[in-house]
T-cell receptor, first 115, second 110 residues
């Protein structure tokens, strides 16, 4: 069964450094998402992306965050200048279309640790 | 903004026992998703409910969306250690945004 893949599984970065998290969504999917889960807390929506542009973003997704679909297969989340509080599990998800009977499929996540 | 509240927050049951997890929304639900998460891993889709009164089953897990579409329940019959994990309900909040509940951590004792 097709799946969403994320790399790396674990990223350790110094505070202030830039980090790029990568995702390969399911190939025929059109809607892409990033979520964040701080340890012990709920899964929080960051951003949704469709037709090469951001559809919606949360208040968490400020100017230090950006997303890109550079080559038609990868979907990346960039954090420009990381802070300690960015440490979390980041999940990518994709969905085939906007029809309400289609679920999102999630990757296994990237654990980001900021030192 | 819409919120999803789950209860209980955690549950420890003996293998073979039945259990129920609830998810209550602050607004009408237009599609409610149930996912399972193992600690430190991704979310695995279990099932989706759309219509008030709808009930779906997959193996020993049954989920139902109430008629007023503001609450869903997930019921596990004859629980097994493989059912252990964190159960999350999720819903669309607006056109492109999805929210998740607080999660219910389930432990099944062999």
């Amino acid at each position: 069964e097709p799946e969403v893949t994320q790399t790396p599984s674990h990223q350790v970065t110094q505070m202030g450094q830039e980090v790029i998290l990568r995702c390969v969504p399911i190939s025929n999917h059109l809607y892409f998402y990033w979520y964040r889960q701080i340890l012990g807390q709920k899964v929080e929506f960051l951003v949704s992306f469709y037709n090469n542009e951001i559809s919606e973003k949360s208040e968490i997704f400020d100017d230090q965050f950006s997303v890109e679909r550079p080559d038609g297969s990868n979907f990346t989340l960039k954090i420009r200048s990381t802070k300690l509080e960015d440490s979390a599990m980041y999940f990518c998800a994709s969905r085939s279309d906007r029809a309400s009977n289609q679920p999102q499929h999630f990757g296994d996540g990237t654990r980001l640790s900021i030192l | 903004s819409q919120e999803l509240e789950q209860s209980p927050q955690s549950l420890i049951v003996q293998e073979g026992k039945n259990l129920t997890i609830n998810c209550t929304s602050s607004k009408t639900l237009y599609g409610l998703y149930w996912y399972k998460q193992k600690y430190g891993e991704g979310l695995i889709f279990l099932m989706m409910l759309q219509k008030g009164g709808e009930e779906k089953s997959h193996e020993k897990i049954t989920a139902k969306l109430d008629e007023k579409k503001q609450q869903s329940s997930l019921h596990i019959t004859a629980s097994q250690p493989s059912h252990a994990g964190i159960y999350l309900c999720g819903a669309a909040s607006g056109t492109y945004k999805y929210i998740f509940g607080t999660g219910t951590r389930l432990k099944v004792l062999a």
